[in-house]
């Protein structure tokens, strides 16, 4: 990815400047549901919108009769610890890969008719940047409202005159936490504090999730792998992400969602515009939107934990970037033991030296304890999603490490049934047949200079 040691690096070396207070702790999810709040999403009225506390039992059991996971259980344990409620009455597509992910997202822009909102970590000025950068400014020279918000570490490679032509076209541009402290609007400045989120809300009626940030990076794709022999170089390969359309009542949770994160940024009033339309039902599925701030209340950091404690039957993991905390791993290696099918897709080929080699780290133990790890071959893997037991569902921006968890702003949308978790366990499965698994065997015969960079890396996880 263009700029990315920068990206990382920059904050790193800042936080080791001392810039940064002292570390925080996960929480521990056994005690988590004394620590909660009210709810942190919006209210969605409307015919089987959101779903109270009272009615998510009786919806759940009419839905979804106990099977492998128990859903019932699981959702209202969910719902307690996060505090968030479901949403009922969406159509959700899966979105497999960057093409046709971006394809879907300016048939969507092409189409808006009153406002777009734009959330991103990355907006590159490359030939696919340039192409949304086109798009929006048409359409708020057609008198649509554009807002977007991004972020300052993920851009910090980007000209300033880029963003500056879409500016003077009219769209309301907002850098998310500057790292340039003398641009901060307000006194609250933590340069590792950032926000990954990657959010298109449509007027109102339709909204995108998951991994892809706006960048060439995904032109390409993966889904030519399969027919390719080997590649020849990283820059060969395509990049293989995960996405996610959701239309119907869940959209105006992201909406409110992103009209807080823009507040956080900036006291000034969002452009009037029709961001809250009166929400209609687009189909059967019921969801919950879950975003997580820096120094919050680990909303997904809850959700992921407790699927997977309540596993049955089998865990599917795919992480860009894994480096979990002791709680997590300790989580994953229980439900081995207790004879859930753990898999981990992992990348063979990364983005980022660092951590690559810190969660080569923990494969020894991982492995030996039953879990099975599998490296994606000829694509850069940057999706980050999950299926358990084939009826939990997660497509977002959050990796399994430190960093997702406690100091970037993040966004997943869960998706509870089992005709979404068929097409999650289909995506994976493919992944699957296109990668190398990793045995216990061959990976304790790995060179000596691979450990020396494993143990080198899994001393800064933290900072990762």
């Not at 990815?1 to 996960?26: H, T, Y």
Request: one cysteine or more; charged letters at 25%; proline letters at 4%.
């Amino acid at each position: 990815m263009k700029s990315s040691s920068m990206r990382i690096w920059l904050p790193m070396f800042l936080m080791c400047w001392g810039l940064l207070g002292a570390c925080a702790s996960l929480p521990d999810v056994a005690t988590m549901g004394d620590k909660l709040e009210p709810a942190a999403t919006p209210s969605v009225k409307g015919k089987n919108g959101e779903v109270s506390p009272a009615r998510t039992k009786a919806l759940l059991a009419k839905r979804w009769p106990k099977g492998a996971l128990d859903i019932q259980a699981q959702a209202a344990l969910e719902e307690a610890a996060t505090g968030v409620p479901l949403i009922d009455g969406n159509k959700c597509t899966l979105l497999f890969d960057g093409p046709q992910t971006m394809g879907e997202m300016l048939k969507a822009i092409n189409g808006a008719r009153n406002n777009i909102n734009l959330e991103t970590y990355i907006f590159d000025q490359d030939e696919l940047g340039l192409q949304f950068a086109d798009a929006l400014i048409a359409k708020r020279l057609a008198g649509l409202t554009v807002n977007i918000l991004y972020d300052s570490v993920g851009t910090i490679g980007v000209p300033a005159e880029f963003f500056d032509r879409m500016r003077m076209a009219g769209i309301n541009l907002l850098e998310y936490n500057p790292v340039n402290p003398a641009k901060v609007k307000g006194d609250d400045w933590k340069v590792n504090n950032r926000d990954h989120r990657k959010v298109l809300i449509v007027d109102g009626k339709t909204a995108f999730t998951g991994g892809i940030n706006i960048s060439a990076d995904y032109s390409k794709g993966s889904l030519f792998r399969s027919s390719s022999k080997q590649a020849k170089s990283k820059d060969d390969v395509g990049w293989r992400d995960t996405h996610i359309k959701v239309e119907g009542p869940a959209v105006q949770a992201f909406q409110w969602l992103f009209v807080r994160q823009w507040a956080t940024q900036d006291r000034s009033d969002l452009p009037e515009a029709d961001y809250f339309p009166q929400p209609v039902i687009a189909g059967d599925k019921v969801v919950r939107v879950l975003a997580s701030d820096p120094g919050g209340r680990f909303e997904i950091f809850k959700a992921y934990s407790l699927a997977i404690q309540e596993a049955k039957k089998s865990i599917h993991l795919t992480s860009a970037y894994f480096v979990p905390d002791r709680q997590t791993i300790d989580a994953l290696i229980a439900a081995a033991k207790r004879g859930v099918d753990v898999r981990i897709m992992l990348p063979g080929v990364s983005d980022s030296g660092l951590v690559f080699h810190a969660s080569h780290a923990l494969y020894d133990e991982l492995l030996s304890n039953g879990i099975k790890i599998y490296h994606l071959k000829l694509a850069v893997l940057h999706a980050k999603t999950a299926v358990i037991d084939g009826t939990w569902s997660t497509v977002g921006s959050t990796n399994i490490d430190t960093r997702s968890f406690l100091h970037n702003s993040e966004l997943n949308v869960v998706v509870l049934g089992a005709a979404f978790g068929t097409e999650m366990e289909k995506a994976f499965q493919e992944d699957v047949r296109d990668s190398k698994q990793i045995t216990l065997e061959d990976w304790r015969n790995r060179p000596l200079t691979d450990r020396m960079k494993e143990w080198a890396a899994r001393i800064m996880n933290y900072w990762l």
